[in-house]
């Protein structure tokens, strides 16, 4: 089920009272005063006694479908000059210059402000918003708290579980989902807060107890005019208007940046030399580290995930913690509880045999890295646990900004010693020109010397090139006692492949461990 198709219980708020709230003049008041119930800008999630929002859009306006909305059961929309026009004889219409920018105020409104109501934890960043997120959430449900998630890979609410449709719903979407956990009983929201979200308005509305900020590197250059304007459109979250609080990772130049320019107060955490209200020591290599702040006081606690950037996610998550109250020891219990995140680090086992379970036979890893800093983190942190070849398999969306694919590429090869290119979702571009620029990345790498890697492989598409990989690990050399690593990366939890507007399914996960049965049973594909 959709997040869209659920909708809270609701009092209403009567049309004229709503524009009244707007701010708009009594001239601008519509003729009728229906009951609003709920929010939608989608018309085929309309439910009877909807606001329906027609906003312009890409590549229609949403006044086009406002006469579907009508009869769904829309009793009104709110909607743009240009739209106005197109909306059936009959149907109260609210006209606002700029519709989505009210929106959010709009559905808080109809809703009853429930993020008012929830402790409400914000994550943004390039990389790590999901991992931190579920860190928190795990520690906050390890602490008795009733908690709500919303991200990337899905919904929940309290022990619902909803696949997510996008990272940061729509704000209709989002104030409705907020007011439905308000109803359940849950007392926290933690959730992902993309770029694209900020930009767009989907989380107007919402004012986060504490927002934190993981890194910035680049990607969404298809979106956004450049790296600055990324890096504007993550800072507006450290605003009063959007947030309380902040913790701020300041491990790269963005974040030493937002912590000198957010309007918030800010407290910084390093896993690197850059001074920090708080400070990473590490202890060994098992993931327990201590972090320390400049008055002394200190967190024990432990990464369960592999790699640095793993640490840095937990000081994150545990400093989130802090932020909204908890005390130092609670803290430290509710984050060594081991949480579980989809397709990020996540170990694909087949059981007897498979994924290492049998000497000289391969680990098997799915992570959601999809980013040349997130490639370089995700390899970087593998090599030293790997005795054999770390062998990787990777490609790049299509769509998207294309600038990063050369450097995904490079990234591979300096660390891993088998490059596969393959497949990511290549949507409306031909697979194998999204391929080669990837594969060109790499391969001059290698050229200039600075590569570990000795292998550079067309993969082709993602279940043979997945298959190949696995392959690769299993064929052992005889006598040869190390362990290969076989990670694939860009997709993670996805569940869906899109090619040429088709999404069909694919799962990682479930594709290595089919290359696992066929590789270890002395078959090929």
């Known amino acids: 089920m959709s997040p869209a198709l659920i909708r809270p219980a609701t009092e209403g708020v009567a049309l004229r009272a709503l524009v009244a709230r707007l701010g708009l003049p009594p001239e ?10 709920g929010v939608s ?22 006044a086009d479908f406002a006469a579907q909305a009508s009869e769904r059961g829309a009793v009104a929309v709110l909607t743009d000059a240009a739209g106005a026009a197109r909306i059936p004889a009959g149907v109260p219409v609210v006209v606002v210059e700029h519709p989505r920018e009210v929106l959010g105020a709009v559905a808080a409104h109809v809703y009853g402000d429930p993020s008012a109501d929830l402790t409400m934890i914000g994550v943004t960043g390039t990389n790590g918003k999901t991992t931190t997120a579920y860190l928190i959430e795990s520690a906050l449900r390890a602490h008795g708290r009733r908690t709500g998630l919303i991200g990337t890979v899905e919904t929940r609410l309290g022990d619902e579980v909803i696949d997510s449709e996008r990272t940061t719903p729509e704000t209709t979407d989002l104030h409705a989902l907020l007011a439905l956990m308000r109803e359940r009983g849950l ?33 969404h250059l298809d979106f956004h005019a450049d790296m600055l304007d990324y890096y504007r459109a993550k800072a507006s979250l450290f605003t009063p208007a959007r947030s309380r609080l902040a913790v701020v990772g300041v491990d790269d130049e963005w974040g030493v940046r937002l912590a000198a320019e957010a309007s918030v107060p800010v407290t910084t955490v390093s896993t690197t030399d850059t001074p920090a209200d708080w400070m990473v020591d590490r202890r060994g290599d098992d993931g327990e580290f201590t972090l320390r702040s400049l008055d002394g006081s200190e967190l024990q606690l432990v990464s369960h995930l592999t790699g ?83 062998i990787v398999v990777l490609g790049a969306g299509g769509d998207r900004d294309r600038g990063k694919r050369p450097r995904m590429g490079a990234a591979a090869a300096r660390h891993a010693d088998v490059v596969v290119v393959t497949d990511d979702n290549p949507r409306s571009e031909p697979p194998a020109a999204i391929r080669a620029a990837v594969l ?37 050399p005889a006598g040869r006692e190390s362990v290969d690593t076989v990670i694939v990366l860009g997709k993670g939890h996805e569940k869906g492949q899109e090619i040429d507007g088709v999404t069909h399914p694919f799962d990682d996960r479930d594709a290595v461990l089919a290359a696992l049965s066929v590789a270890t049973s002395g078959a090929r594909p």
């Open 28 to 37: 601008r008041q519509p003729d009728a005063d229906p009951l609003i119930t």
């Open 41 to 62: 800008l989608d018309s085929r999630t309309v439910t009877s006694g909807d606001l329906y929002a027609a906003l312009p859009g890409f590549h229609a306006h949403g």
């Open 187 to 219: 007392d926290t929201c933690v959730m992902e807060v993309s770029s694209h979200a900020l930009a767009l308005h989907r989380v107007d509305g919402v004012v986060y107890d504490v927002a934190l900020f993981t890194n910035l590197s680049q990607d």
């Open 308 to 390: 640095t950037f793993n640490v840095a996610n937990t000081a994150l998550a545990a400093l989130a913690l802090v932020a909204i109250g908890l005390d130092h020891r609670a803290v430290e219990a509710a984050m060594s509880v081991r949480p579980d995140v989809p397709g990020r680090m996540q170990l694909v086992s087949a059981g007897a045999p498979g994924s290492g379970d049998r000497p000289g036979w391969p680990r098997c890893i799915v992570d959601f890295a999809h980013t040349p800093d997130a490639v370089d983190a995700a390899l970087d942190a593998l090599r030293p646990s790997t005795s054999g070849r770390l």
């Open 440 to 476: 060109g990345g790499a391969r001059e790498l290698i050229e200039h010397g600075s590569a570990t890697a000795t292998e550079l492989i067309d993969g082709g598409t993602r279940l043979a090139a997945i298959a190949q990989a696995v392959a690769l690990g299993v064929d052992q």
